[in-house]
């Protein structure tokens, strides 16, 4: 019996997750025309970003880490020099809080999602959520 | 039997201790398996390169003694040292020696009248020379400029000297285009833009003078975003700089320039600075197509509107974004008449010309006749990184940035993202 639960257990999350992953393809797909509008200038089209200038979007924690510090950093944009995996980059970053939630949304899931990354999606209500939070 | 092992154990952790110890020892010997005839470069014909010494981490501006030792700053330590001296042996272009001293980074560094000049991004330094014009005491050198702005844009510090005793230093502009915010789409610019009264220009100092602040400097020249070329030309005997364009013109007001205009606008100007120009950053920048100076779009410009304020012309102008972090006017006689008293620029590379494809990644070459230019720009040596797929920041090998000259007449060209410096020959066939 346990075993039985264990496998419907295990299918389910894997059907769910499957369903996750193909269900973040249309987000991906506005976020790369979002990306490629409002971030590529700096981050660059293969998101390694400008050494000391620019920072990389591929294979860091913060790409890839907490949600909330992610849209916290779109919506704020950041002028503070803080190491960023030990690094840092002297550009400033202005806030993007004109995009909608639905952008923002859209652009993490996808940057979480391409450049060698992967990470779960950043859904409308969590943009929103942090919107609520940051003045 | 247990002992033994543990001794014989313990005998070879030390012999690895040692070992260990003695390769992170700052002088220490190159290895010369690996050199490359022309070194990746492509050049004129008669000309050839090999690398004087690979692997420096962030090599950014270079000089050459008399002698033929090179000194590098670096802009990260290297093995804990932010300065080298490097010494070739045998004669064969290859650096043997290399001595680390130093322990803050920066960019500029020049030699003048038996000193070693340096600087971080807030100091300059000097160190007494031998008559070797090697470094008297690499631990004590005199701190001669102290307290400059740096605030990570534009940061570095370039330097240059006259021959009647004074230094110019770069102080470049914290900021894009004085914007209310930095870099925000659609943001105004500040009037006037406060960052002049202290970065956005040429600073004067003493060369001899210890503990100069700003109030004992002079803004020699304003209005200039930011600086890293820069040379003291003793045929014209005045100070040539290469200014960095801003970036964004797209990003920040998209309903008045496309990407492609974002990429090639403005120019990347070359200007000769008497005491007092203004040259007009923030309110302005140069199109090199329409060959006129106008406004900023954040001062009110449109693409189009011209200036009625005194701000100098450039003496040169080149394509947007390519990032000019080295200047030098040849004196030698090794290369070939047209490249007497002309200009070499080391172009660093774009990155804010995408999603256009970036440019740079180059030395450049402009001929001067009288003390101007005689013809346009060419490229001298190309391919820094490496081929057409590596042409952007992230994956180019190699970005040119400092350049100095041989007593022989030779070229050195420093890389900043391999660590490479180049020497570049010339032979008549």
């Known amino acids: 019996m346990k075993k039985i639960i264990i496998t419907i257990l295990v299918v389910a999350f894997f059907s769910l997750y499957l369903f996750?992953?193909?269900?973040?393809?249309?987000?991906?797909?506005?976020?790369?025309?979002?990306?490629?509008?409002?971030?590529?200038?700096?981050?660059?089209?293969?998101?390694?970003?400008?050494?000391?200038?620019n920072p990389t979007l591929s294979n860091t924690s913060y790409t890839t880490g907490d949600k909330k510090k992610l849209i916290t950093w779109v919506l704020k944009g950041t002028t503070d020099k803080i190491a960023i995996d030990g690094k840092f980059y002297s550009n400033n970053m202005a806030p993007q809080n004109y995009l909608k939630d639905e952008e923002i949304a859209d652009v993490l899931t996808y940057i979480r999602n391409s450049f060698g990354n992967k990470a779960s999606a950043v859904t409308v209500a969590e943009v929103k959520a942090v919107r609520a939070t940051v003045k | 039997m247990k002992n033994k092992r543990f001794y014989s154990m313990l005998a070879l952790a030390i012999i690895c201790a040692n070992s260990l110890l003695a390769c992170s020892n700052d002088t220490s010997s190159v290895d010369k398996s690996t050199t490359v005839l022309n070194a990746g470069l492509e050049l004129p014909?008669?000309?050839?390169?090999?690398?004087?010494?690979?692997?420096?981490?962030?090599?950014?501006?270079?000089?050459?003694?008399?002698?033929?030792?090179?000194?590098?700053?670096?802009?990260?330590?290297?093995?804990?040292?932010?300065?080298?001296?490097?010494?070739?042996?045998?004669?064969?272009?290859?650096t043997d020696v290399q001595t680390g001293f130093g322990d803050y980074?920066?960019?500029?560094?020049?030699?003048?009248?038996?000193?070693?000049?340096?600087?971080?991004?807030?100091?300059?330094?000097?160190?007494?020379?031998?008559?070797?014009?090697?470094?008297?005491?690499?631990?004590?050198?005199?701190?001669?400029?102290?307290?400059?702005?740096?605030?990570f844009q534009?940061?570095?510090?370039?330097?240059?000297?006259?021959?009647?005793?004074?230094?110019?230093?770069?102080?470049?502009?914290?900021?894009?285009?004085?914007?209310?915010?930095?870099?925000?789409?659609?943001?105004?610019?500040?009037?006037?833009?406060?960052?002049?009264?202290?970065?956005?220009?040429?600073?004067?100092?003493?060369?001899?003078?210890?503990?100069?602040?700003?109030?004992?400097?002079?803004?020699?020249?304003?209005?200039?975003?930011?600086?890293?070329?820069?040379?003291?030309?003793?045929?014209?005997?005045?100070?040539?700089?290469?200014?960095?364009?801003?970036?964004?013109?797209?990003?920040?007001?998209?309903?008045?320039?496309?990407?492609?205009?974002?990429?090639?606008?403005?120019?990347?100007?070359m200007y000769e600075l008497k005491e007092g120009v203004n040259c007009g950053w923030p309110y302005v920048y140069y199109d090199h197509i329409q060959k006129k100076k106008i406004i900023n779009p954040e001062y009110g410009g449109d693409g189009k509107k011209t200036t009625t304020e005194n701000f100098i012309d450039p003496v040169a102008a080149f394509p947007g974004h390519m990032a000019p972090n080295g200047l030098l006017f040849y004196t030698?006689?090794?290369?070939?008449?047209?490249?007497?008293?002309?200009?070499?620029?080391?172009?660093?590379?774009s990155w804010n010309r995408a999603p256009e494809p970036q440019k740079g990644y180059l030395v450049a070459f402009v001929p001067f006749k009288d003390g101007k230019p005689s013809s346009d720009w060419e490229i001298f040596a190309d391919n820094f990184a490496g081929g057409p797929e590596f042409v952007s920041p992230g994956k180019a090998k190699h970005r040119p940035?400092?350049?100095?000259?041989?007593?022989?007449?030779?070229?050195?060209?420093?890389?900043?993202?391999?660590?490479t410096i180049y020497k570049i020959t010339y032979k008549a066939k």
């Open chain 2, 154 to 269: 534009h940061d570095s510090k370039s330097i240059a000297l006259d021959n009647d005793g004074n230094i110019y230093v770069n102080i470049g502009a914290y900021s894009n285009s004085c914007q209310e915010k930095d870099r925000s789409k659609g943001s105004m610019g500040i009037m006037p833009c406060p960052i002049l009264d202290s970065a956005g220009g040429i600073w004067k100092f003493k060369a001899d003078k210890l503990n100069q602040t700003y109030a004992d400097g002079i803004r020699y020249a304003t209005g200039l975003r930011n600086v890293v070329g820069l040379d003291w030309n003793n045929s014209t005997n005045s100070l040539f700089v290469m200014q960095h364009g801003r970036d964004g013109l797209h990003d920040l007001f998209p309903d008045l320039y496309d990407t492609k205009q974002s990429a090639e606008l403005p120019a990347e100007c």
């Open chain 2, 332 to 349: 030698g006689n090794m290369f070939p008449e047209k490249y007497k008293n002309g200009a070499f620029i080391a172009f660093h590379g």
């Open chain 2, 45 to 94: 014909t008669g000309f050839s390169t090999i690398k004087a010494a690979e692997g420096l981490g962030e090599a950014r501006h270079i000089t050459v003694t008399p002698q033929g030792d090179i000194y590098v700053k670096l802009s990260s330590a290297y093995k804990d040292k932010t300065i080298y001296y490097l010494h070739d042996n045998n004669g064969d272009g290859k």
């Open chain 1, 20 to 53: 996750a992953q193909t269900n973040i393809k249309p987000s991906v797909n506005r976020g790369k025309i979002v990306y490629e509008t409002y971030c590529l200038t700096c981050h660059q089209d293969d998101g390694a970003g400008v050494p000391k200038l």
């Open chain 2, 401 to 419: 940035c400092g350049l100095a000259q041989g007593p022989d007449g030779s070229l050195y060209v420093s890389d900043d993202s391999g660590g």
């Open chain 2, 105 to 151: 980074v920066g960019t500029g560094i020049t030699i003048k009248n038996g000193y070693l000049y340096a600087s971080s991004n807030t100091e300059v330094y000097r160190y007494k020379l031998d008559a070797a014009n090697k470094v008297i005491d690499p631990s004590k050198p005199e701190k001669i400029i102290t307290g400059l702005i740096a605030r």
